[in-house]
């Protein structure tokens, strides 16, 4: 089974417009850490948002928010006010606190945004 | 800071050629990783290292090899390239994977084709 499942291949969205990327999780360990990465065309992995299992509230970074609903197992990526320069792939990622055993931190396959004028 | 550098950006090898791509960090973490990224897919674990001296698989290791000498390089080797080797590779490094928050910064990518 799918540790990270991202549902969405593509998203479209309106400049100025404000859109959710979807992304559950599986996991049996109570400490864990998600993360969203950006990897624009270029190609580079770029880092936007942490939530760790055992914050409080949700995690928010500028334009960036993470409604993370932990009885779901959900970390959705909300981005707000969308920019051109959004337009890129998102990954979700999770890194599990290893408790014996290898550490394998685990990415989705990706959502693609673009962003239109 | 450079941050995560890797060479070479592109290289195109035959089938049955080795090769060894490079990874550097200058931020002095301890925890180093490679992974793989096939077209439209998201990234895989080959390898990681969690301190020089120290590595261990990840979800697809077969046909790689790598080493930890020092903590600022972590070398990914391939043996015998096959086109099922066709791939970006992407080295990341990060202070740590117990603390929370901790997210790993990633090289530039290396383009790979097997032909």
């Known amino acids: 089974a799918q540790k990270i499942t991202q549902t969405q291949p593509g998203m479209f969205v309106q400049e100025k417009e404000a859109v959710t990327l979807d992304c559950t999780y599986d996991t049996s360990d109570p400490s864990y850490g998600l993360f969203w990465y950006k990897q624009p065309s270029s190609g580079e992995m770029i880092f936007l948002i942490y939530?760790?299992?055992?914050?409080?509230q949700n995690a928010t970074e500028g334009r960036y928010s993470l409604n993370f609903q932990k009885a779901r197992k959900s970390a959705n990526l909300v981005i707000s006010a969308s920019q051109l320069g959004d337009s890129a792939m998102y990954f979700c990622?999770?890194?599990?606190?290893?408790?014996?055993?290898?550490?394998?931190?685990?990415f989705g396959r990706g959502t693609s945004l673009i962003v239109h004028p | 800071n450079a941050g995560v550098t890797q060479t070479p950006k592109f290289r195109i090898l035959k089938i049955g050629q080795s090769m060894t791509l490079q990874c550097t960090q200058d931020m002095n973490h301890n925890y180093m990783y490679w992974y793989r990224q096939d077209p439209g897919m998201g990234l895989k674990l080959i390898y990681y290292?969690?301190?020089?001296?120290?590595?261990d698989k990840g979800e697809v290791p077969n046909g790689y090899n790598v080493s930890r000498s020092t903590t600022e390089d972590f070398p990914l080797r391939l043996e015998l390239a096959a086109p099922s080797q066709t791939s970006v590779y992407f080295c990341?490094?990060?202070?740590?994977?117990?603390?929370?928050?901790?997210?790993?910064?990633f090289g530039p990518g290396t383009r790979l084709t097997v032909l």
């Open positions: 990622a999770m890194r599990e606190v290893p408790s014996g055993g290898s550490y394998i931190p685990t």
């Open positions: 290292s969690v301190g020089a001296g120290i590595t």
């Open positions: 990341a490094s990060s202070y740590s994977f117990l603390a929370g928050g901790n997210e790993q910064f």
């Open positions: 939530q760790g299992s055992y914050d409080q």
